[in-house]
């Protein structure tokens, strides 16, 4: 197509205009490219001795605490590795991209740029997106993948056909335990005597996505299973929510005798709290996964004592667990802080994992053979024994497994109240219900 | 002679269009001076030059011997020149008192504007009776008024006013026309614009014809010859001819 | 007599606030002929320009007739499109548009019915027709004051409208391009376009017009030919004030 | 001259040919293809909110329209994937219907907004319908378009590549054949002069409505490419994220010419690129350079481009005589 | 009953947050003809220089607030000075103005980021008064925002009205030529509009850091409630933009108590679209002007 035949006195623009914009382009990409290569040259020659491990991390946004938690986790397990002197011959090096607010777009953006990449023989991370899409991705590109969260999600996509995702693992297990656990407990306080429910009624908070919506699912089934009344429900949209006003106005007219909120951003279970404390029932409140994040006792101080929550992947924070005591010391000379973040604990673990796995493959370029070693190792981990269930490519779950920590505030501590098995405290009733 | 403001050959337009072709003019501390001229001819232009509102392309213009054509026009307010805008839509929302206050306290009579406002209200009686009323509620010729004592309240030594009685009825233009000369009353020196040429006559001493962005003529405001001459410019021919 | 009447207004009146800009005017332009309107400045010459061709408002009473149609709640562009062509006070023209684009403009939104396919030749008999040297690809701003209101007035002609309304095409100019704008217009009235032109400098009009009438405070204070016109009292009056025509 | 132009054209087809032989790296190739979409999506902003010169923050949805559209007929219906491109410029321009509501009666800054929380309603909406729309989780798993039997992406994306390079072809065609029109030369009046324009029968809402659709078209085109690009299309789409980077795309290259947004697309697509690792910087180095290029450059880098190689070219210019 | 008073006690912070935005935006936008599309931005950068004051400086808390509000008032002015005047007077400026302020929310939220890190803030309750009106609670800063907004914008609005720099403003909204005829610097109102404006802001930020956190996006919901109530009040009218705030505030805790968090912004958009169709000079402006 050119311009109109009539127009022949300004027909200079457009050529020079695309010239300029394909010196521009030329110019811009010949720079990229050779700063790609220089990358490559690095790797793929004879075996170099760098491998690249991918992390995907949400580094800011809303949940970028966890992020840093996957980020020190890996980073401090490379360290270890890299000091020992390498695996195979080979030492490892960090290659993080940051996945924001768990956006579908920032994680494909993250995914192409891994899986790009020649040298990036493995990607670690917690989580990255929320419905762990990317898991076809990895596997189509046929790349290490060791994922943490969204369990159900996990499970949803490799159990079709779990043998086109050899290269896939979740060293968190299944979910299921989060919609039945606290039910299951505050069930035993009642029957201990610790704590008194008036009339057996819940309220149940969710946000729009699928984490919450199948925990909180979890919950009202196991609710009503075990003839409790869900007194009632409120789903907030997924991202911050600043205002819970009209949901405790809500609560209060409900009265409940225990107050679940499954929306897992710290922020959001921060405000909640803070809120609630305002004019609060006597009910038990419990928030999923949010206060295991430092960052909660951070804002919270005092007003946490009281909150109930759990925890399926974090470290076993008990005396005579040595993979996890070890990781803890660790972690404090690394970071000053024996508080390990749990997805820190997580990534850790993959790390270690992969390089056992390659220690015993010996060619990072093998993925099928690591993946499948992986398949069927039986490691002792921070977070607790990493058995991995075939059909799932899940970690099991349950005591002797990857156990289900129940935590409470008490005292401005984080106190282990369940299981027995690991225990250190027991639960006492919260502040504002005395 | 010591001239209050010079305008020395200011040429000046918009966008590529010139409206003052090299315009010169002097008016003195104590004078009146008329501009008479068809619309469209530069006369707004060249007042919207010596108050400081618009750039002129090249030419002098100095104020009270010094050199104005780096002020701002609130520089020259303070300094005592004060121009009174065409159009009447002043500040719509601004009650007539608060307008007024306005214009004493922006021209830096910050601390006697409410003597100000007492002297204006003497000239014209009318605005005390409005001045709560917004001035964007006035009649044409209040608001005509109200303008008129904005440009007192700076207590200015030149005082110009574009177009005062422009859209009025004959008859409010009347009244308004004594307003006028009780104003003139009051300031030391004046620049005229109006399309009725009686009424500038009547209030200036000297005046210029401006055309084409020029001074085409000038003369003593009392002559009668300048009807002649305004006749021949507006109707073409002369008052002879048509006789 | 009137059948050969082209534009008419029947008491056309239209109010700002307090204001009455325009009040119970009636005029009537027949074919073919130029028609002058005068009046001091705010006398509501420009206000009837806007009510003629809907831009931007109506009249608060009274009719427009524009070949015998009503019109006064026809859109601007209908009114546009039906033949009706106005120019502006300043010599407005799209400045980033090259004179060639600004006429193409005119021609194709302008014109009744199916634009006329354009094309260099009808770009050159425009610029011709104006008498308008430049390059037709530079763009308008650039163009002086003149030449803009050639340009104004031929993309305005190059529709090749019914009526063109031209609102004081003199103003700003000096004598010498006084006089060819005069030359201009005649040129083109000789090919049979009809014309209402405002202008506040009588001697302008009476070059040109055949009819003309005299506004003043909204009103029609005197309507004929110019030569009567221009000796009649009221018009000194309206223009110099009362005194003037002692 | 005029040969040159009937040159440039073949010319910049086979560019946009051999680019990608020239760039074999799997990750030069995804850059090429982002910038061949941005380019695309802001060349076709550009018609609205620099020739037309609306308020226009309504593209961004028709984007995401266009993605969301995709997303549930390649995943719900089953429709023919290639069938889907078009659909979505359909249901884009369907959309910019909608959006076009507000410009009927509002101006300037104040179409800024309700076109900007059309955007914003396009996320809610999005998020109420979860059934259709998979909610805040999105819409994962969108089968990638193949030709016979050779995936796009096969070969380092080459066949994305190739895709995104004709779209953008195309897009540069219609961008330029408006903007030369009757139609392109009417928007810059009304923009010049709307009394004016108005007088000479030009209909702004007509003039402006017809401009609208042919940008949301694109628009819905480029986030059906996207959509098929990524396999998964979420709410991010219609962000803030996205409007700032191809805002910026548009006034860094110049929202006044006909290639400046495709300049911008290709210099902030690289500058973004090449900041990827640093986190916070990017956005600032990426917002100081709008900031600067607005003070020293009013008209963009396209402006700059033109200024120099005007001095370049013709170092006595005779174009203005007056 | 308690539904009621949760809603009115909702509206009544809602509402003042809202206000202290929204007669910043709309202040400027009345004088400067510019709408700010940073000022959710400058409002997020205000917190947390509130929370360095407090925390790192470790000034009290009511100082560390007044401590921000001047800086930030001469960050306001550094902005009105780089990123508005140089662009308003072009042609087309109002454009580049608007993408210039969309830059420096980039400027400004990543600039946060890098300065204090990704982790949320929070600054501490302002005071502990509660009270409790038929199950309705209202402390420490819900309280403070339900007294200070209305009486920060109800003495702006004083001010506006009485004093000379008020008259001076509200002149230069209504005839910019004639206001500069008096002896008005229209560069030097601007400035000061845009302090106040940012100060306020300013306070916004701190009583919105306290109520919940402080992150770099912070500022991003705020500023779309505040162009809302602009769309709502009639831009450019502060007692419009008053009623409006408390408007929207009502709307957005009626329709959150009745449809839920995911309903309401659906609903308050859609009345803002529906409001700009049908009464563009906003609903309430001609009303209040005729009162």
């Given at each position: 197509?050119?311009?109109?035949?009539?127009?022949?006195?300004?027909?200079?623009?457009?050529?020079?205009?695309?010239?300029?914009?394909?010196?521009?382009?030329?110019?811009?990409l010949s720079a990229c490219s050779s700063s790609s290569s220089t990358t490559s040259t690095a790797g793929a020659e004879g075996g170099g001795k760098v491998l690249e491990i991918g992390l995907l991390a949400p580094l800011t946004g809303p949940s970028a605490s966890d992020g840093l938690g996957m980020k020190q986790g890996a980073e401090l397990a490379i360290k270890q590795i890299n000091d020992a002197g390498g695996v195979a011959g080979h030492t490892f090096k960090l290659n993080t991209v940051d996945v924001q607010g768990q956006s579908n777009d920032a994680v494909t953006k993250g995914v192409q740029t891994l899986t790009d990449n020649e040298n990036v023989k493995a990607v670690v991370t917690g989580y990255a997106?929320?419905?762990?899409?990317?898991?076809?991705?990895?596997?189509?590109?046929?790349?290490?993948?060791?994922?943490?969260?969204?369990?159900?999600?996990?499970?949803?996509?490799?159990?079709?056909?779990?043998?086109?995702?050899?290269?896939?693992?979740?060293?968190?297990?299944?979910?299921?335990?989060?919609?039945?656990?606290?039910?299951?407990?505050?069930?035993?306080?009642?029957?201990?005597?610790?704590?008194?429910?008036?009339?057996?009624?819940?309220?149940?908070?969710?946000?729009?996505?699928?984490?919450?919506?199948?925990?909180?699912?979890?919950?009202?089934?196991?609710?009503?299973?075990?003839?409790?009344?869900?007194?009632?429900?409120?789903?907030?949209?997924?991202?911050?929510?600043?205002?819970?006003?009209?949901?405790?106005?809500?609560?209060?007219?409900?009265?409940?005798?225990?107050?679940?909120?499954?929306?897992?951003?710290?922020?959001?279970?921060?405000?909640?709290?803070?809120?609630?404390?305002?004019?609060?029932?006597?009910?038990?409140?419990?928030?999923?996964?949010?206060?295991?994040?430092?960052?909660?006792?951070?804002?919270?101080?005092?007003?946490?004592?009281?909150?109930?929550?759990?925890?399926?992947?974090?470290?076993?924070?008990?005396?005579?667990?040595?993979?996890?005591?070890?990781?803890?010391?660790?972690?404090?000379?690394?970071?000053?802080?024996?508080?390990?973040?749990?997805?820190?604990?997580?990534?850790?673990?993959?790390?270690?994992?992969?390089?056992?796995?390659?220690?015993?493959?010996?060619?990072?370029?093998?993925?099928?053979?690591?993946?499948?070693?992986?398949?069927?190792?039986?490691?002792?981990?921070?977070?607790?024994?990493?058995?991995?269930?075939?059909?799932?490519?899940?970690?099991?779950?349950?005591?002797?497994?990857?156990?289900?920590?129940?935590?409470?505030?008490?005292?401005?501590?984080?106190?282990?109240?369940?299981?027995?098995?690991?225990?250190?405290?027991?639960?006492?009733?919260?502040?504002?219900?005395? | 002679?010591?001239?209050?403001?010079?305008?020395?050959?200011?040429?000046?337009?918009?966008?590529?269009?010139?409206?003052?072709?090299?315009?010169?003019?002097?008016?003195?501390?104590?004078?009146?001076?008329?501009?008479?001229?068809?619309?469209?001819?530069?006369?707004?232009?060249?007042?919207?030059?010596?108050?400081?509102?618009?750039?002129?392309?090249?030419?002098?213009?100095?104020?009270?011997?010094?050199?104005?054509?780096?002020?701002?026009?609130?520089?020259?307010?303070?300094?005592?020149?004060?121009?009174?805008?065409?159009?009447?839509?002043?500040?719509?929302?601004?009650?007539?008192?608060?307008?007024?206050?306005?214009?004493?306290?922006?021209?830096?009579?910050?601390?006697?504007?409410?003597?100000?406002?007492?002297?204006?209200?003497?000239?014209?009686?009318?605005?005390?009776?409005?001045?709560?009323?917004?001035?964007?509620?006035?009649?044409?010729?209040?608001?005509?008024?109200?303008?008129?004592?904005?440009?007192?309240?700076?207590?200015?030594?030149?005082?110009?006013?574009?177009?005062?009685?422009?859209?009025?009825?004959?008859?409010?233009?009347?009244?308004?026309?004594?307003?006028?000369?009780?104003?003139?009353?009051?300031?030391?020196?004046?620049?005229?614009?109006?399309?009725?040429?009686?009424?500038?006559?009547?209030?200036?001493?000297?005046?210029?014809?401006?055309?084409?962005?020029?001074?085409?003529?000038?003369?003593?405001?009392?002559?009668?010859?300048?009807?002649?001459?305004?006749?021949?410019?507006?109707?073409?021919?002369?008052?002879?001819?048509?006789? | 007599?009137?059948?050969?009447?082209?534009?008419?207004?029947?008491?056309?009146?239209?109010?700002?606030?307090?204001?009455?800009?325009?009040?119970?005017?009636?005029?009537?332009?027949?074919?073919?002929?130029?028609?002058?309107?005068?009046?001091?400045?705010?006398?509501?010459?420009?206000?009837?320009?806007?009510?003629?061709?809907?831009?931007?408002?109506?009249?608060?009473?009274?009719?427009?007739?524009?070949?015998?149609?009503?019109?006064?709640?026809?859109?601007?562009?209908?009114?546009?499109?039906?033949?009706?062509?106005?120019?502006?006070?300043?010599?407005?023209?799209?400045?980033?548009?090259?004179?060639?684009?600004?006429?193409?403009?005119?021609?194709?939104?302008?014109?009744?019915?199916?634009?006329?396919?354009?094309?260099n030749a009808r770009c050159e008999a425009a610029l011709a027709a104006v008498e308008l040297g430049c390059d037709p690809d530079r763009p308008a701003a650039g163009l002086s004051l003149l030449d803009r209101k050639r340009l104004m007035i031929a993309c305005a002609m190059v529709s090749e409208p019914a009526v063109l309304l031209l609102d004081e095409p003199a103003a700003g100019l000096d004598p010498a391009d006084q006089e060819a704008l005069i030359r201009l217009l005649t040129t083109i009235h000789a090919g049979g376009t009809t014309m209402v032109i405002i202008e506040h400098v009588l001697s302008v009009l009476s070059a040109l017009a055949s009819r003309m009438a005299v506004l003043d405070s909204g009103r029609?204070?005197?309507?004929?030919?110019?030569?009567?016109?221009?000796?009649?009292?009221?018009?000194?009056?309206?223009?110099?004030?009362?005194?003037?025509?002692? | 001259?005029?040969?040159?132009?009937?040159?440039?054209?073949?010319?910049?087809?086979?560019?946009?040919?051999?680019?990608?032989?020239?760039?074999?790296?799997?990750?030069?190739?995804?850059?090429?293809?982002?910038?061949?979409?941005?380019?695309?999506?802001?060349?076709?902003?550009?018609?609205?909110?620099?020739?037309?010169?609306?308020?226009?923050?309504?593209?961004?949805?028709?984007?995401?329209?266009?993605?969301?559209?995709?997303?549930?007929?390649?995943?719900?219906?089953?429709?023919?994937?290639?069938?889907?491109?078009?659909?979505?410029?359909?249901?884009?321009?369907?959309?910019?219907?909608?959006?076009?509501?507000?410009?009927?009666?509002?101006?300037?800054?104040?179409?800024?907004?309700?076109?900007?929380?059309?955007?914003?309603?396009?996320?809610?909406?999005?998020?109420?319908?979860?059934?259709?729309?998979?909610?805040?989780?999105?819409?994962?798993?969108?089968?990638?378009?193949?030709?016979?039997?050779?995936?796009?992406?096969?070969?380092?994306?080459?066949?994305?590549?190739?895709?995104?390079?004709?779209?953008?072809?195309?897009?540069?065609?219609?961008?330029?054949?408006?903007?030369?029109?009757?139609?392109?030369?009417?928007?810059?009046?009304?923009?010049?002069?709307?009394?004016?324009?108005?007088?000479?029968?030009?209909?702004?809402?007509?003039?402006?409505?017809?401009?609208?659709?042919?940008?949301?078209?694109?628009?819905?085109?480029?986030?059906?490419?996207?959509?098929?690009?990524?396999?998964?299309?979420?709410?991010?789409?219609?962000?803030?994220?996205?409007?700032?980077?191809?805002?910026?795309?548009?006034?860094?290259?110049?929202?006044?010419?006909?290639?400046?947004?495709?300049?911008?697309?290709?210099?902030?697509?690289?500058?973004?690129?090449?900041?990827?690792?640093?986190?916070?910087?990017?956005?600032?180095?990426?917002?100081?350079?709008?900031?600067?290029?607005?003070?020293?450059?009013?008209?963009?880098?396209?402006?700059?481009?033109?200024?120099?190689?005007?001095?370049?070219?013709?170092?006595?210019?005779?174009?203005?005589?007056? | 009953?308690?539904?009621?008073?949760?809603?009115?006690?909702?509206?009544?912070?809602?509402?003042?947050?809202?206000?202290?935005?929204?007669?910043?935006?709309?202040?400027?936008?009345?004088?400067?003809?510019?709408?700010?599309?940073?000022?959710?931005?400058?409002?997020?950068?205000?917190?947390?220089?509130?929370?360095?004051?407090?925390?790192?400086?470790?000034?009290?808390?009511?100082?560390?607030?007044?401590?921000?509000?001047?800086?930030?008032?001469?960050?306001?002015?550094?902005?009105?000075?780089?990123?508005?005047?140089?662009?308003?007077?072009?042609?087309?400026?109002?454009?580049?103005?608007?993408?210039?302020?969309?830059?420096?929310?980039?400027?400004?939220?990543?600039?946060?980021?890098?300065?204090?890190?990704?982790e949320i803030k929070q600054l501490p309750q302002l005071g502990s008064a509660r009270i409790e009106i038929a199950g309705a609670v209202a402390q420490g800063t819900q309280l403070v925002t339900i007294v200070l907004a209305p009486l920060l914008v109800g003495v702006l609005a004083y001010v506006l009205k009485r004093s000379s720099v008020g008259l001076a403003v509200r002149a230069l909204e209504q005839n910019r030529d004639h206001a500069q005829l008096l002896g008005i610097a229209p560069r030097r109102v601007y400035l000061a509009v845009v302090m106040i404006a940012v100060g306020l802001a300013t306070v916004a930020g701190a009583l919105l850091g306290s109520m919940q956190f402080i992150s770099p996006a912070m500022?991003?919901?705020?500023?779309?409630?505040?162009?809302?109530?602009?769309?709502?009040?009639?831009?450019?009218?502060?007692?419009?933009?008053?009623?409006?705030?408390?408007?929207?505030?009502?709307?957005?805790?009626?329709?959150?108590?009745?449809?839920?968090?995911?309903?309401?912004?659906?609903?308050?958009?859609?009345?803002?679209?529906?409001?700009?169709?049908?009464?563009?000079?906003?609903?309430?402006?001609?009303?209040?002007?005729?009162?």
């Open positions: 197509m050119a311009p109109s035949p009539s127009a022949s006195g300004r027909t200079r623009p457009p050529a020079r205009t695309l010239t300029a914009l394909v010196l521009a382009a030329v110019g811009a997106s929320t419905s762990n899409f990317e898991i076809d991705e990895f596997a189509a590109a046929e790349k290490l993948y060791l994922i943490g969260g969204n369990t159900a999600q996990t499970q949803g996509i490799i159990q079709k056909n779990p043998a086109k995702y050899p290269t896939v693992w979740s060293i968190t297990p299944n979910y299921d335990a989060y919609g039945t656990e606290p039910v299951d407990l505050a069930d035993k306080w009642a029957a201990e005597g610790l704590w008194k429910p008036r009339n057996k009624t819940a309220f149940i908070v969710r946000s729009d996505n699928p984490y919450s919506e199948s925990i909180a699912d979890g919950l009202v089934k196991q609710f009503t299973a075990k003839g409790w009344k869900i007194a009632g429900q409120e789903k907030v949209p997924f991202g911050p929510v600043n205002d819970w006003g009209t949901v405790m106005a809500k609560i209060r007219s409900a009265d409940p005798d225990f107050i679940v909120n499954t929306d897992y951003q710290v922020a959001n279970e921060a405000s909640f709290m803070q809120q609630f404390l305002q004019n609060p029932t006597k009910s038990l409140v419990f928030l999923q996964y949010g206060p295991n994040q430092p960052q909660f006792f951070e804002l919270m101080k005092k007003q946490a004592d009281g909150v109930l929550f759990n925890n399926l992947a974090g470290l076993v924070p008990a005396e005579n667990y040595e993979p996890a005591m070890k990781l803890q010391q660790d972690w404090k000379a690394a970071y000053g802080t024996d508080a390990v973040d749990p997805q820190g604990a997580v990534t850790y673990a993959e790390v270690k994992l992969y390089a056992e796995a390659l220690a015993k493959v010996g060619d990072p370029d093998d993925v099928a053979g690591i993946g499948a070693y992986i398949g069927k190792s039986d490691t002792q981990q921070a977070t607790g024994r990493v058995v991995f269930d075939q059909a799932t490519h899940l970690a099991k779950q349950g005591d002797d497994f990857v156990p289900l920590q129940s935590f409470q505030f008490q005292d401005q501590k984080k106190v282990l109240i369940a299981p027995d098995k690991y225990k250190s405290g027991t639960f006492r009733l919260p502040p504002w219900m005395k | 002679m010591n001239a209050l403001l010079t305008v020395d050959k200011v040429v000046a337009g918009y966008g590529r269009s010139g409206v003052l072709r090299g315009i010169s003019l002097t008016v003195g501390p104590a004078e009146s001076l008329g501009l008479l001229g068809p619309n469209g001819h530069g006369k707004t232009t060249l007042l919207r030059c010596v108050s400081g509102l618009h750039r002129p392309t090249s030419g002098t213009i100095a104020f009270a011997g010094r050199d104005a054509r780096g002020d701002t026009p609130g520089d020259l307010v303070r300094r005592g020149l004060v121009h009174v805008p065409q159009g009447s839509r002043l500040f719509p929302q601004l009650s007539v008192e608060e307008a007024l206050r306005l214009a004493g306290t922006a021209s830096g009579h910050g601390k006697t504007w409410r003597d100000g406002i007492a002297q204006v209200f003497d000239v014209f009686p009318r605005l005390k009776e409005r001045r709560r009323q917004l001035t964007g509620t006035l009649s044409g010729g209040e608001r005509q008024m109200a303008g008129l004592g904005m440009g007192l309240m700076a207590r200015p030594k030149l005082l110009i006013l574009d177009e005062p009685t422009l859209g009025l009825s004959p008859k409010v233009k009347h009244e308004l026309s004594e307003c006028l000369v009780r104003v003139r009353g009051e300031v030391p020196a004046m620049i005229l614009v109006d399309g009725d040429m009686d009424l500038v006559l009547d209030l200036t001493d000297r005046y210029h014809v401006v055309l084409h962005g020029d001074v085409v003529h000038s003369g003593d405001s009392d002559t009668s010859r300048t009807r002649d001459e305004m006749m021949s410019l507006f109707l073409g021919g002369t008052a002879d001819e048509r006789n | 007599m009137t059948s050969s009447v082209i534009l008419a207004t029947d008491e056309v009146s239209k109010s700002f606030g307090s204001l009455k800009a325009v009040d119970g005017v009636s005029i009537d332009v027949r074919h073919g002929e130029v028609f002058g309107l005068a009046g001091p400045n705010g006398a509501g010459k420009s206000t009837l320009f806007n009510l003629l061709t809907g831009l931007p408002i109506r009249p608060d009473s009274g009719r427009v007739l524009f070949n015998g149609v009503e019109i006064q709640r026809r859109s601007p562009r209908w009114i546009a499109k039906a033949g009706l062509k106005r120019t502006f006070q300043t010599e407005a023209v799209f400045e980033s548009l090259t004179v060639r684009d600004n006429l193409r403009v005119g021609s194709a939104y302008g014109s009744p019915g199916r634009p006329a396919r354009w094309n029609v204070i005197v309507t004929g030919r110019p030569q009567d016109v221009l000796a009649d009292p009221r018009v000194v009056e309206a223009y110099l004030g009362p005194g003037a025509a002692r | 001259m005029r040969a040159l132009t009937w040159a440039s054209w073949p010319a910049f087809a086979v560019v946009l040919v051999v680019l990608p032989l020239v760039f074999t790296d799997p990750a030069a190739r995804l850059l090429l293809i982002l910038m061949a979409m941005y380019g695309m999506l802001a060349m076709s902003w550009n018609l609205t909110l620099g020739f037309a010169g609306i308020f226009n923050f309504a593209q961004i949805g028709f984007f995401g329209i266009g993605a969301y559209t995709t997303g549930i007929l390649v995943t719900k219906t089953g429709v023919e994937p290639w069938l889907a491109i078009p659909i979505s410029g359909v249901s884009a321009v369907l959309a910019s219907l909608v959006a076009f509501l507000p410009v009927l009666r509002l101006r300037g800054i104040y179409v800024g907004l309700a076109t900007y929380v059309f955007s914003q309603l396009c996320i809610y909406l999005v998020l109420g319908q979860a059934g259709l729309t998979g909610g805040s989780n999105g819409i994962v798993g969108i089968p990638r378009l193949t030709l016979g039997d050779t995936s796009l992406r096969a070969d380092g994306r080459i066949g994305y590549y190739y895709l995104a390079a004709a779209l953008l072809f195309a897009t540069v065609v219609l961008v330029r054949l408006i903007v030369n029109s009757t139609l392109g030369k009417s928007l810059l009046a009304i923009r010049d002069n709307e009394t004016l324009a108005v007088s000479r029968g030009v209909s702004r809402v007509r003039q402006h409505l017809i401009v609208f659709m042919a940008g949301a078209a694109v628009a819905g085109v480029a986030g059906s490419f996207n959509a098929f690009l990524n396999g998964v299309v979420s709410t991010d789409i219609f962000g803030f994220g996205y409007l700032t980077l191809l805002l910026s795309m548009i006034f860094l290259g110049g929202s006044g010419s006909v290639y400046g947004p495709l300049i911008g697309a290709v210099v902030v697509t690289l500058v973004s690129d090449y900041l990827r690792d640093a986190g916070a910087w990017r956005d600032i180095v990426i917002a100081a350079l709008i900031l600067v290029v607005l003070w020293i450059a009013p008209k963009g880098l396209a402006g700059l481009s033109r200024q120099a190689l005007d001095r370049w070219g013709r170092p006595t210019s005779a174009r203005e005589t007056s | 009953m308690s539904g009621i008073s949760v809603i009115l006690m909702s509206t009544l912070v809602l509402g003042g947050l809202y206000l202290l935005m929204a007669a910043g935006l709309t202040l400027i936008w009345s004088t400067l003809r510019v709408f700010n599309f940073g000022h959710g931005a400058l409002l997020m950068f205000g917190s947390y220089l509130t929370w360095s004051l407090l925390n790192q400086a470790g000034l009290p808390l009511v100082v560390s607030i007044l401590g921000a509000v001047l800086a930030m008032a001469l960050i306001g002015a550094a902005y009105e000075f780089l990123l508005v005047s140089p662009f308003i007077k072009r042609p087309g400026g109002d454009m580049t103005v608007m993408v210039a302020t969309l830059a420096a929310t980039m400027l400004l939220q990543s600039g946060a980021q890098l300065i204090w890190g990704p500022g991003a919901d705020p500023l779309l409630r505040a162009f809302v109530v602009l769309a709502f009040g009639g831009a450019g009218s502060l007692p419009g933009t008053i009623a409006g705030a408390y408007a929207i505030g009502l709307l957005e805790a009626v329709t959150t108590y009745h449809f839920g968090l995911s309903w309401s912004p659906v609903l308050v958009f859609l009345a803002m679209i529906v409001i700009m169709l049908v009464r563009p000079e906003g609903l309430l402006r001609s009303r209040v002007r005729a009162a």
